[in-house]
């Protein structure tokens, strides 16, 4: 997967953020929802967005020490429960490749 979000449509990234996201997580600053705001998240440590009450398996990855590095955010989004055992997002997972590789593009492009 590296590399491959440079090369992404961001353009479909943000429509898949706000048909898949959006309904519980914002990209604004300090504005969470159902879950947290994903503001920056690229780079940052999981389970820290400042006032957000994170769920215990959430607490978990954040003292496990787990950032949002292109590869970990790749393997979440394919698959959350194998990355954050335990986590009660109803969000299973996103299959595709490319569309997952559009996803992290807006994703990134959002933290910058």
């Known amino acids: 997967m590296s590399g491959q979000a440079g090369a ?14 959006a309904a ?3 990209i604004e600053p300090d504005s969470h929802r159902t879950g947290p705001s994903l503001h920056k998240i ?7 967005a400042e006032g957000f ?3 215990a398996a959430f ?3 954040a003292a496990d020490e787990l950032i949002w590095t292109e590869e970990n955010l790749d ?5 959350p429960r194998s990355v954050v055992k335990g986590n009660k997002m109803a969000y299973l997972g996103l299959r595709d ?4 590789a559009d996803l992290l593009a807006y994703l990134k492009r959002m933290s910058q």
């Open 8 to 21: 992404a449509d961001a353009e479909n990234g943000e429509y898949l953020f706000k048909t898949i996201c």
């Open 24 to 26: 519980c997580h914002s």
């Open 42 to 48: 690229w780079g940052h440590p999981a389970g820290k």
């Open 53 to 55: 009450d994170y769920s």
């Open 59 to 61: 607490k978990g990855a």
């Open 75 to 79: 393997k979440f989004l394919r698959r």
């Open 97 to 100: 490749d490319a569309d997952r």
